[in-house]
Structure formats: C-alpha cells, structure tokens
C-alpha cells in the first residue's frame, strides 16, 4: 500500500523567513496530494492540494511542487508570520482515501 | 454551518470498558471517516462511509466498530477498551471520495484507556 514519509519532524525559522516541509511516497498511481494545517486543539483543515498532472500550484503565501518522477512533493511558505505556528501534514491519496504523512511542528519566531 | 462536530472532547476510560465516540455533520456530506492521531505518527484510518448504510475498514480497523444509519451521523464504537486505542481521535467528512476530496475534520476526542 502506500506510504508517505515527511520531513523534517520540527521546523523553527524566524518571522519572515521562508519553511519548506519535504514528503515522499511510494505509490506511483497516486493522484492527489493536499496539505493540512492542524493547530493546537484543533482538528486538520486543508490548506492547499495539487493534483498529479499540475507540477505547482501556488496561493499567496504558501505553493506546493510535485515532482511524479521522483514521487515527491513539498510545501513552501514564503514571509512566515507567528500565525503560521502549528502542525502540518501532507497526503496522498488514490481513490479518494488519504494516507497521511507523519506531521512537521512549525514554529515561527518572532 | 457547526460543520463536523464530535462529543466528548475528553474521556477517560478503563481496561475492557466500551464507549461510543459521536460525530455529526451538517454538510450533507456523503463520505464520512474516523482517524486516529498517536505523537509522530499522522493520523491513520480507522473506517469510512461512503453513505447510509455503507461502512468499509480502514487501516487499523481493529478493536473498533462503526455504523452509519443516517448521512448525519457516524459513531465509532470501542468494545473492551485497551491502552493501545489511547489516542486523538477524529472525525471527518467529505462531498465526494473522488479525486479531489477536501475533507472537514471536526475538533478530536482525547481518549485514554487507564
């Protein structure tokens, strides 16, 4: 089945730097990779997705790439903001069920 | 919209006690799921519905059970609770299970088995 493995686990950076969070998966027939901000008490809320024939896909501040060669995608949040603090996961998903990555806490620095 | 909402919030259970999480939606959300979150590990899939009366297995279907008489509603049921089911438990729904598939998670229930 698939995996998803993400990268780094934490993640400090000080305001107005940029954060890149790395995932890989291992199912080539996965089609559709969203990306989920969880904050504190909170449960998951999408916060962008790219579908696997679009190779990036931005929204003000933050854009998510895909590579399908090397089956990997990442999420970049460019002029970071205390606001941005919280738990992110990526996903895959093949006919509509999710395998979630493992999670990175971003911490932003003001 | 309350969206997904899930009851209790906290709860504290004992080796071999049952209890039933609650969620419900208010989207008219056909698909519905139940994840579970342990530290460092994501959140994996416990079961899903893809309408009344139509439940399916996770990847960690094991020690729970679901039900789904109503598209509001959709219960998760742990029989003879374990130390191994402590975790964050959420509830999820989405429009459609198709290709693009934003799902609505509701707030969590922190469960722990003394």
């Known amino acids: 089945g698939e995996n998803v493995e993400q990268h780094p686990s934490t993640l400090s950076v000080q305001e107005g730097d940029s954060a890149v969070i790395k995932c890989t998966y291992s199912?080539?027939?996965?089609?559709?990779f969203p990306w989920y901000k969880q904050e504190l008490g909170k449960g998951p809320q999408l916060i962008i997705d790219?579908?696997?024939?679009?190779g990036e896909k931005k929204d003000q501040r933050i854009a998510v790439t895909l590579n399908k060669t090397a089956k990997h995608f990442s999420l970049h949040i460019t002029e970071t903001q205390p606001e941005d603090s919280a738990v992110y996961f990526c996903a895959a998903s093949k006919g509509g069920k999710l395998i979630f990555g493992q999670g990175t806490e971003l911490s932003v620095k003001p | 919209n309350a969206g997904v909402t899930q009851t209790p919030k906290f709860r504290i259970l004992k080796i071999g006690q049952s209890m039933t999480l609650q969620c419900t939606q208010d989207?008219?959300?056909?698909?519905m799921y139940w994840y579970r979150q342990d530290p460092g590990m994501g959140l994996k899939l416990i079961y899903y519905?893809?309408?009344?009366?139509?439940?399916d297995k996770g990847e960690v279907p094991n020690g729970y059970n679901v039900s789904r008489s109503t598209t509001e509603d959709f219960p998760l049921r742990l029989e003879l609770a374990a130390p191994s089911q402590t975790s964050v438990y959420f509830c999820?729904?989405?429009?459609?299970?198709?290709?693009?598939?934003?799902?609505?998670f509701g707030p969590g229930t922190r469960l722990t088995v003394l």
């Open positions: 199912d080539s027939a996965s089609n559709y």
């Open positions: 999820a729904s989405s429009a459609t299970g198709g290709l693009i598939n934003e799902q609505f």
């Open positions: 989207m008219n959300h056909n698909y």
């Open positions: 519905s893809v309408g009344a009366g139509i439940t």
């Open positions: 790219i579908r696997s024939n679009v």
